[in-house]
Nanobody, 123 residues
Framework: QVQLVESGGGSVQVGGSLRLSCVASGLTFSNYKMGWFRQAPGKDRELVAGIGWSGGTRYYADFVKGRFTVSRDNTKNTLYLQMNNLKPEDTAVYYC????????????????WGQGTQVTVSS
């Protein structure tokens, strides 16, 4: 049974930083492409950042480029998202998700999901 558990969310002020973590179990972590998604109230879930199985490929949504960094440690079955220079519009529940190596960077391709962690950015 695949389990993804996020942590590291919280409340910060504009310009602050947070580091999210996602620990995976029940799967061979290094075989999976991983992604961070977010969903704000009343909005669709959207892809924020993703990383290939080896860490060699990374994807960033335009709205986080230069501010967020995705990484992974396959020896610890852990995915990370370093978020810097946070803005109020980054407020959302952040989810990690797993997809097969060959998947595209599309929400529908990610079949396993964590429960999410809340990030709140206040001005």
């Amino acid at each position: 049974q695949v389990q993804l558990v996020e942590s590291g969310g919280g409340s910060v002020q504009v310009g602050g930083s947070l580091r999210l973590s996602c620990v995976a179990s029940g799967l061979t972590f290094s075989n999976y492409k991983m992604g961070w998604f977010r969903q704000a109230p009343g909005k669709d879930r959207e892809l924020v950042a993703g990383i290939g199985w080896s860490g060699g490929t990374r994807y960033y949504a335009d709205f986080v480029k230069g501010r967020f960094t995705v990484s992974r440690d396959n020896t610890k079955n852990t995915l990370y998202l370093q978020m810097n220079n946070l803005k109020p519009e980054d407020t959302a529940v952040y989810y990690c998700a797993a997809a097969s190596r060959e998947a595209y960077w599309r929400l529908a391709d990610f079949g396993s999901w964590g429960q999410g962690t809340q990030v709140t950015v206040s001005s």
